[in-house]
């Protein structure tokens, strides 16, 4: 094995993705995953201890430790197996105690675990779509019980046991709270679920039945033996202002044992926020961990709620909040806290709380200070630096400091010392960056952004750009050994830059693919660089061109590095081997064995290296390189590996990979051949500082003297007035303590007093009572004595009777003695013959078997004698055979050196053919798709084809028939001509008189109509007349009526005048009546003309009729509607019979069409429709019917 050893010295990371990452080892230490291994760190002392993965592990899935805190489980999956390995964390180093890995039932990988409370139990929780709960009996590998959880692929999120039973277990996921037990060798499920099913992200058992559960949508459950207790809903409340307030909005109890404390909890489409500008949104409860005073619970994103248990009802209620506080740095301060808390951990003695979060940071809190600021939210604190979150892109290191320089796919830029193991300086950007480079200074740093190439200044406080370059995506940038210079990569182009006027002095360009890494050889004369198009290219810096080149087209180059002495190139690629080129040619390939190399480092004194790996592994080895597998691996990371330094001292390597972790390892040769190289001058303690920055705080610095100044007189002035006030304060106590004490002592004293007299009241008691025990005790010997005497006669007699009892028993074990020797005897003599006869049989049995022994020797040495003589025939048969075998197989031997060449050289053929031919196989793959569509398509043509050639022979058929039948009819033609012309003349006179009638029709509507308005004309008139001549009759009545003055004969004259006047009335009337009769007469003349008729009847009315007369008649109008009654219905019963008949002239004329064409024979012949001026006949019988 190889010499060189790397020991792993602290990481700088965190793998928030595992379930349940991070947990207490005891008051001090914690314990979390990084990388491929899970450390331990003391977080008073700083130091870190690491338990490593398992070899060839693909990455940690879930970590779970025992109540006892001397056990570890990690869940992992090696060599795409899974497997759960158990570490003894008491041991120092931790050991491994069991590893669980042969299983009896399908799993892909174990996703979550818990010990059971004696740590004798561990439960595995299966992922989809197995999803089985496994019960494990872990020291002795013995699955107690296995129970499938869902059937749907839902995801299980946890999986835990009852704090104080083995045998109750908790399960929660997607849609499922199960509580199962563990009983006869089963698991049995024990809660059914009630409402609608919940998503349930995490659980803590808060008691020994009682858990606390919480959902992705903000709700919290507390179950008490599997039944809902309590209910309560956290919403996150953003307003308008900086500052977020959390609230829980309301809470719910079960109706089973308590009242509720409000309505049952809307729906979230259902809720309305109390304030104007409010938003709602319902955080996920990511994690819960349990407490004496209650429970710690996640409330979306950078915030954590403490909940309190009230002492009088068996519910919880919000009693902190602690929040993630804004980090400065950020390029986006607002939202650098909006982090999801994965997982939360209080400490043994529950003094401090950590949390976990998804961008891989760990946070702290001391719970005192929740209770200090009971106003305001507390915030969480780094439990050790800011870390990144996302896979490392660029590493560096410099000389004159001990400084680690990253960048990260998180826009984050990070200088680490890897000497303190602190962070220095650490700012976030808009934009990615890809590469790094620190100058050996550790003034300076290049950085490759994703839109500009930026020269940064490391100052005490800050890192400030003060150049950029127009270089887009610079994927790899590094600064000379000496400084002088820098290198960017562009694509397939490399810049070299001076840092002196800070000039593009030359552009090599070469490469036709992207260049993956660069490196400059000792005295920077020439840079390196290798790439995607599988070149390796030696540029002159001076010249600006190639000195040497290897091109293998085969193989995409990850990372090349030089040898001190300039003359070896090493390199590794997708190829799986290292190769060592020089003079533009391959000298060595030394492969990798199954895995890819990312990157490569050789050691300043030329004597180590070290090599990356895509697994995650980093492999030491001697250089010279040996020819076989001599290497040291090591399980570093939980991904590939991207950037792999030495520092300059050759004393630390620097490791950094795609799951955002860094790694520094100690390095050292066993044979001790010089690799420390001490340093001469120790590390530089300078650092940059503006001017603008030194004159700040000068300034501030004035002013806060100033300041502190003036607080020492105020708080002078102000200790003065409190002595001040204390001593006064203190005299007023004095005389109030001396007077208490006086009134003490007289208390004191009567309390004596009273004392003594109780003290001589007890005593006289307790003589009383001594006098009276004496008394009873003489009472009590008397009586006791006189019950021992009964109970000593009674003993007596019972004494004769056990005597007589036992006299009696005797006897009878006499005779039974001897009834049982005469049966023995009996017995005896009979067995003895039965015994006799078996061993006559036994001997004659033995005799047969004697002869039957002889028998089988006597054939048993025939055969041995006949197996000999085989066995020398086939010795000889096979010793000639051997030589021939021995002679063949130094021929094949010689054929086989042959062959072995011949096998090389077809070997890489068959490897190039391979390629060839599954990029064949692809696009076979693709052409019979092809094929095997077009295939369908051929098909469905062919029918397609088969079907219209069957419908054009079926046309043509038919085209045949109705040719045929066209010759008929073209003979009909002529004859129906004929009729038509005779039908024709024959429809012509009767559509002339459908016409008359029609117009007849018309008119006599429209004399309807006139006679209507003509009639409601008259009615008026009517109505006008009958008014009048009621008014001339109450005239006439008013005369008659008139009193006569006149006496005697007066009266008889007046009587007479009266008369007179009534015969002249009715004279006059009559000669009125016939005059507008005689007018009537010749108005009814113009009854044709409407207009003469108006006027005329309007001149009777003026002639006829006074206004001042009209008076309304109410008996008339029944006449005149009875009237126009009449008259209507006799134009209604005219209008019918004119109807009638034109519908009987139609259907005769219809009858009479038919009957011809059946005569002809023609009718099938037809058209349906009937003809042009039959449908006319029927559209006016519409008009005339509507």
């Known amino acids: 094995m190889s010499a060189v050893v790397a020991q792993t010295l602290h990481v700088f990371g965190l793998r928030s993705h595992v379930a349940n990452n991070i947990f207490y080892f005891d008051e001090q230490i914690i314990i979390f995953p990084s990388g491929n291994h899970c450390v331990k760190y003391n977080v008073d002392q700083k130091w870190q201890k690491f338990i490593p993965g398992s070899d060839k592990s693909q990455g940690m899935l879930a970590l779970s430790i025992s109540p006892n805190r001397r056990y570890l489980a990690i869940s992992e999956t090696v060599q795409e197996k899974p497997a759960i390995t158990i570490y003894e964390l008491s041991s120092i180093p931790c050991r491994k105690r069991k590893v669980l890995n042969n299983f009896d039932f399908q799993v892909q990988k174990f996703i979550s675990m ?18 089985n709960l496994v019960y494990w009996l872990w020291e002795k590998q013995k699955v107690m019980a296995i129970v499938r959880i869902d059937t749907q692929n839902n995801p299980v999120y946890q999986v835990s046991f009852s704090p104080q039973d083995n045998t109750q277990v908790c399960v929660t996921g997607n849609g499922m709270f199960k509580l199962l037990r563990f009983t006869e060798g089963t698991l049995k499920q024990t809660n059914f679920q009630r409402g609608e099913p919940q998503n349930y992200l995490a659980h803590t058992w808060v008691a020994d039945d009682k858990i606390v559960v919480g959902t992705d949508t903000g709700k919290l459950f507390l179950f008490e033996s599997g039944d809902q207790r309590w209910e309560t809903s956290i919403m996150v409340k953003e307003p308008t202002h ?71 009802k068996d519910f919880y209620r919000e009693s902190r909040e602690i929040r993630i506080p804004v980090d400065p740095q950020s390029n986006d301060p607002s939202q650098s806290d909006k982090q999801d808390v994965l997982c939360l951990c209080f400490s043994p003695s529950e003094e401090t709380l950590v949390a976990s979060t998804s961008k891989n940071q760990l946070y702290s809190i001391t719970m005192s200070l929740t209770e200090i600021s009971k106003g305001e939210p507390a915030h969480f604190e780094y439990l050790m630096y800011p870390l990144h979150s996302a896979p490392i892109t660029g590493l560096a290191t410099c000389i004159r400091k001990p400084l680690i320089a990253t960048c990260s796919l998180d826009r984050s830029i990070r200088i680490w010392n890897y000497e303190t193991n602190t962070l220095e300086l650490f700012k976030e950007y808009q934009e990615e960056a890809y590469s790094i480079s620190l100058h050996p200074s550790g003034h300076f740093i290049v950085v490759g952004f994703a839109d500009k190439l930026r020269l940064m200044n490391l100052l005490i406080d800050d890192i400030r750009s003060f150049k950029e370059y127009s270089v887009r995506g610079c994927r790899e940038c590094s600064f000379s050994n000496g400084g002088h210079l820098f290198a960017a990569v562009s694509g397939n182009v490399i810049h070299v830059y001076t840092t002196t006027n800070l000039e593009n002095i030359s552009s090599l ?40 080149e290897c091109v293998l087209k085969s193989c995409s180059y990850n990372c090349v590095t030089v040898s001190p002495d300039a003359k070896i190139i090493f390199a590794v690629g997708s190829d ?118 030194m004159e700040e705080k000068a300034q501030v610095m004035l002013e806060l003297k100033t300041r502190v100044e003036e ?58 009572l001594l006098d009276k025990q004496s008394r009873e005790l003489q009472d009590l010997e008397c009586c006791n004595n006189q019950k021992l005497l009964l109970e000593y006669e009674k003993y007596q007699e019972l004494q004769l009777k056990s005597q007589r009892m036992q006299e009696e028993y005797e006897k009878q074990l006499r005779d039974n ?114 094929i095997k569509s077009l295939e369908k398509d051929i098909q469905g043509l062919k029918r397609e084809i088969q079907e219209r050639d069957e419908t054009i022979q079926d046309k043509e058929k038919r085209i045949y028939d109705l040719k045929k039948k066209n010759q008929e009819l073209g003979k009909f033609k002529f004859v129906l001509d004929y009729k038509i012309k005779e039908l024709k003349k024959q429809i012509e006179p009767r559509e002339n008189e459908i016409r008359v009638m029609k117009e007849q029709i018309q008119e006599m509507e429209a004399e309807l109509e006139n006679f209507h308005k003509q009639n409601t004309q008259l009615e008026l008139n009517i109505t006008e007349l009958w008014q009048k001549l009621r008014a001339t009759d109450q005239e006439m009545r008013r005369e008659r009526q008139k009193p006569c003055l006149l006496s005697g004969p007066c009266r008889f004259t007046s009587l007479n005048s009266s008369e007179t006047i009534k ?82 002239e139609s259907e005769l004329h219809r009858t009479d069409y038919v009957r011809i064409m059946q005569s002809t024979g023609l009718r099938n012949w037809l058209p349906l429709s009937m003809p042009s001026s039959q449908s006319k006949h029927r559209c006016r019988r519409r008009k005339t019917t509507g």
Request: one cysteine or more; proline letters at 3%; a negative charge.
């Open 509 to 548: 360009k070469g490469h036709t693919g992207k260049i993956r890494s660069i490196v400059w050889n000792a005295d920077d004369s020439k840079l390196i660089s290798g790439g995607t198009d599988g070149a390796v290219y030696e540029w002159n810096l001076s010249t600006g061109k190639r000195e040497t």
């Open 114 to 131: 818990a010990f059971s409370p004696d740590s004798k139990y561990l439960l595995a929780q299966t992922s989809p779509p197995e999803s």
């Open 242 to 312: 900086d500052s977020k307030s959390l609230d829980v909005i309301q809470e719910s109890e079960s109706l089973i044992e308590f009242p509720p404390i409000s309505s049952p909890l809307p729906s979230y489409e259902q809720m309305v926020a109390t304030s104007s500008h409010s938003q709602l949104a319902m955080p996920q409860v990511f994690a819960i961990a349990a407490y004496s005073k209650g429970f710690a619970c996640s409330a979306g994103p950078g915030r954590v709620l403490l909940f309190e248990k009230m002492e009088e």
């Open 576 to 693: 799986h081997t290292l190769k060592e080129i020089a003079d533009s040619s391959i000298l060595r390939e030394i492969s990798a064995f199954d895995v890819t190399y990312t990157t490569i480092v050789i050691s300043h004194s030329g004597r180590m290296m070290f090599v990356g790996t895509s697994v995650g592994t980093i492999r030491a080895m001697k250089y010279p390189l040996p020819l076989q597998k001599e290497f040291n691996e090591y399980q570093a990371h939980a991904g590939p590996i991207t950037k792999m330094l030495l520092t300059f001292d050759d004393q630390f390597l620097l490791t950094a990979a795609e799951d955002g972790c860094l790694f520094t390892w100690k390095v050292f040769d066993k044979d001790g051949r010089g690799i420390k190289r001490e340093r001469e001058v120790g590390f530089a303690e300078e650092v940059l500082v503006t001017k603008t920055d």
């Open 817 to 930: 003695d001897e009834t049982k020797s005469q049966a023995l005897e009996e017995l005896t003599e009979f067995y003895e013959a039965k015994l006799q006869e078996k061993t006559t049989l036994l001997e004659e049995a033995q005799e047969d078997v004697r002869q039957q022994l002889r028998e089988f020797e006597e054939t048993k040495k025939q055969i041995e004698e006949d197996e000999d003589r085989e066995i020398q025939d086939i010795k000889t048969k096979y010793e000639k055979k051997l030589r021939d075998e021995k002679e063949s197989n130094l021929r094949l031997k010689g054929e086989t050196g042959i062959m072995r060449k011949k096998f090389s050289s077809l070997q890489k053929e068959i490897e190039e053919r391979t390629n060839d031919i599954e990029t064949l196989k692809g696009e076979q793959v693709k052409l019979q798709g092809v």
């Open 1063 to 1144: 015969s002249l009335w009715e004279r006059d009337l009559e000669a009125l009546v016939k005059r507008f009769k005689t007018d009537l007469h010749n108005c009814v003349a113009y009854i044709q003309e409407p207009r003469l008729l108006k006027e005329k009847i309007r001149g009777l009315f003026e002639k006829y009729v006074q206004r001042a007369d009209m008076v309304e008649i109410a008996g008339l109008n029944t006449d005149l509607q009875q009237e126009y009654a009449r008259q209507r219905e006799h134009l209604e019963r005219n209008l019918a019979t004119l109807k009638k008949k034109v519908v009987k």
């Open 711 to 768: 607080l020492k007189m105020e708080n002078e002035y102000q200790l003065r007035l409190k002595d001040m006030n204390y001593s006064e304060k203190i005299k007023e106590l004095t005389d109030k303590f001396i007077q208490e004490m006086e009134s003490l002592k007289t208390k004191n004293q009567v309390l004596r007093t009273e004392k003594e007299k109780q003290d001589v009241y007890h005593r006289e008691h307790i003589e009383d």
